[in-house]
């Protein structure tokens, strides 16, 4: 099986937690922890958030908020097959959100 697929972590900038939708999926934030999207793509991570900043197939919130690529909380999990990355997507959204992140992760 190909290893072609990643996870990635996009930092958003705090202002996304004026957002409804946002805030709404994020009950028990944490006051001062990262607020993220996590992803997955068949494309190199870097390339995929340059594709959200210009608004190629972008979340909205990745487009509007997108700061940075948090490659500490993804780079050891990559590649990996596409089945793994897609429950890897979830995963690594729950397990953040239980530490107290704001995610998105569509």
């Not at 690529?69 to 050891?76: G, V």
Request: hydrophobic share 35%; net charge negative; charged share 30%.
């Amino acid at each position: 099986m190909k290893e072609a697929h990643h996870v990635y972590v996009i930092e958003l900038d705090r202002d996304v937690l004026y957002e409804h939708k946002f805030k709404k999926a994020n009950p028990d934030y944490v006051s001062g922890k990262p607020c993220v999207y996590v992803g997955m793509t068949g494309l190199d991570p870097d390339q995929r958030f340059d594709n959200h900043k210009a608004g190629y197939k972008s979340n909205k919130f990745a487009e509007k908020y997108g700061l940075r690529l948090m490659t500490e909380l993804f780079e050891h999990l990559n590649p990996m097959p596409y089945g793994d990355a897609q429950y890897m997507e979830v995963d690594l959204a729950i397990r953040l959100r239980e530490a107290g992140y704001g995610v998105w992760q569509a």
